[in-house]
């Protein structure tokens, strides 16, 4: 079942920042669609909720240094 959610992301400071977040949930398992939108502090998600979770994928964001609501 695919799973759609906008996160509000803290603690970017660049573009870079987007660019990290986006290419680490991109490895991710179940992770269909990732956008993450540096000018309004915004990650766009798509995923497969039997292979991964939202806490799971909060919680990657979170160890890169981030803070995902």
């Known amino acids: 079942m695919i799973e759609k959610t906008i996160l509000a992301i803290s603690g970017m400071h660049c573009a ?3 660019k990290i977040i986006e290419a680490t949930l991109e490895e991710k398992n179940g992770v269909s669609s990732i956008l993450v939108d540096y000018d309004s502090k915004k990650a766009f998600l798509e995923f ?5 979770n939202l806490y799971d994928l909060k919680s990657e964001i979170e160890t ?3 803070r995902a609501l």
């Open 64 to 66: 890169l240094g981030y």
């Open 16 to 18: 870079s920042c987007a």
């Open 48 to 52: 497969d909720g039997q292979k991964t």
